[in-house]
């Protein structure tokens, strides 16, 4: 059979044969509702989901409020240094070039004793399956971003493939029955997560590292609970919730047509909404597309955090978060720990999308409000 | 209908549409189940009242087409082996397991636009919408996707 590649009923048919053959789960259904459920949202039925076997802390816990000087000092070393991958990792996507994400570094010095302050020892565990997942130390946001030091050990073996994910990424192979290490939050809103394990500190049987998050509704939802889920191929069991008493607060920029953009010591956040308020016709969706963004110290340095042009992310991942043209935000966990106070400027380019399909070329430089 | 019984007929109607488009924009069948999941989720969650199957379907490739998107806004994920899935796959013949391979080996800004036109049979303006692009965009990319498969297929051969 000569396989037709121009228009026509027959590229469609040719189409829908080569997509025949592959098939969504066949218990779809049943992990839709498992889902739907762990997550503490609305529907009865009883959800297949394996028994949590939770561990009481209490001895760690008792350490709690003076964390970072009970954990030593290594938060954030541990969370924004290189993870013992070196300082820049890159990879190349189908042909399309080489990408890069590099590293940030850690003054101590720079440190403010604010800062170190506001990290908390979580003391979060869950066994299940030979798994146990401890969850040490985190520090969030009034952005509702945070991240969290965690070591999980199985002594029968921890199936992280290094081809998955960007070099650094700890994503579980397919013969693992461990799927995923995420996050859930108390009021059932959904997180974008990134795990980033520590090469130098980790084994067959023990992977530590950080998981960087941020909740889709913002701090709200953070504020409701942070739980930490091991999601296997037929359920989830979760920690407890960790509610975070200490909040990292955030510095607000603006551009000259009041487009906002908050920034915390771990996030970058560009207010969709007032770009949408700044521009008529945009589209609800997804207004804006950014291809580069960067901040310049007072000192002028200047930090990278995207690059489309020369294919550098250097971020624990961004998300697009809020509904359909309601409360939309762009969110950027950067590779290096920021320091507010001490940023002049934030840069930012890329495409704005109107209703009518057109798009625009956006470039905005950011100056603090205060 | 129940409520209980439409959702579980929208999962088994729609699950495989969701599932290959989500495998067109992510290369990688443990993600794309797992946006699978998600965007059957947001349907239980959210409610909507529809006005028919299309309207169901039309949605759902919207959802689906943002999940991939604001999941893996960046290429963060390398790609699996495409073949070595498709392998696994129970395809009509061989040439359709390599046209399926082709594909998924287009850049994403072709291979998009083409499952959605050719296999979901969005027309081009509905896609333009989808993806955000303006009509004339996706007829560009429709056409020189096509090429790209046509000169991959001719490689080939030689």
């Known amino acids: 059979m000569m396989m037709n590649t121009m228009p026509g009923k027959r590229s469609r048919a040719d189409m829908q044969g080569a997509f025949e053959g592959m098939h969504a789960s066949e218990d779809m259904y049943e992990k839709v509702m498992a889902r739907a459920s762990h997550r503490g949202r609305k529907r009865g039925g009883v959800p297949k989901i394996a028994v949590v076997a939770t561990i009481a802390l209490a001895v760690a816990l008792a350490a709690g409020g003076t964390a970072y000087a009970v954990l030593g000092g290594d938060f954030f070393f541990r969370g924004w240094g290189d993870h013992g991958h070196g300082q820049v990792n890159t990879w190349t996507v189908d042909g399309d070039g080489v990408y890069s994400r590099t590293f940030g570094t850690v003054d101590e010095g720079e440190l403010s004793d604010e800062l170190k302050a506001s990290v908390e020892y979580a003391g979060r565990a869950v066994e299940a399956r030979g798994y146990t997942l401890l969850v040490e130390s985190v520090l969030v946001d009034d952005l509702g971003c945070g991240a969290a030091t965690f070591t999980l050990s199985n002594p029968d073996g921890i199936k992280i493939n290094p081809a998955y994910g960007v070099p650094g990424d700890a994503v579980f192979d397919d013969t693992s029955d461990l799927r995923l290490l995420r996050v859930d939050f108390g009021d059932g809103v959904f997180a974008n997560d990134v795990v980033v394990y520590d090469a130098d500190d980790s084994t067959d049987t023990k992977v530590r590292g950080t998981i960087y998050f941020n909740a889709w509704n913002g701090a709200g939802s953070v504020a409701s609970g942070i739980k930490w889920v091991l999601t296997f191929n037929n359920g989830d069991v979760a920690t407890d919730a960790f509610v975070p008493a200490k909040t990292v607060k955030s510095r607000e920029f603006k551009t000259a047509d009041g487009v906002r953009a908050m920034v915390s010591p771990i996030a970058l956040v560009i207010d969709g909404e007032s770009v949408m308020e700044a521009h008529d016709n945009l589209y609800g969706v997804d207004p804006l597309i950014i291809h580069n963004l960067s901040v310049t110290m007072e000192d002028g340095t200047n930090l990278v955090i995207t690059d489309d042009d020369a294919r550098a992310y250097n971020i624990f991942g961004s998300c697009l978060r809020g509904e359909d043209g309601v409360n939309l935000q762009i969110v950027y966990r950067p590779t290096q720990l920021l320091t507010p106070d001490k940023i002049a400027s934030v840069s930012a380019s890329g495409d704005l999308h109107h209703t009518d399909g057109q798009n625009e070329a956006w470039q905005a430089e950011f100056l603090p409000t205060a | ?158």
Not at chain 2, 27 to 55: M, W, Y
Not at chain 2, 63 to 78: A, D, G, M, Q, Y
Not at chain 2, 100 to 124: A, F, N, Q
């Open chain 2, 1 to 158: 209908m129940d409520a209980e019984k439409w959702f579980r007929e929208a999962v088994e109607r729609h699950r495989d549409m969701v599932f290959r488009l989500a495998y067109t924009y992510l290369r990688d069948p443990a993600d794309a189940d797992d946006v699978t999941q998600d965007v059957f989720v947001k349907l239980l969650r959210s409610g909507k009242r529809f006005e028919g199957d299309e309207h169901l379907r039309y949605w759902l490739v919207r959802v689906t087409i943002n999940e991939c998107k604001s999941l893996f806004r960046k290429p963060w994920r390398r790609v699996e082996d495409i073949e070595a899935y498709a392998e696994t796959l129970q395809a009509p013949s061989e040439q359709h397991r390599d046209l399926l391979v082709r594909v998924m080996r287009l850049p994403e800004k072709y291979r998009v636009p083409m499952v959605l036109h050719y296999y979901i049979g969005l027309s081009t303006d509905e896609v333009a919408r989808a993806i955000k692009v303006p009509a004339a965009t996706v007829r560009t990319r429709l056409a020189r996707g096509r090429a790209r498969l046509k000169s991959m297929l001719e490689g080939e051969k030689r």
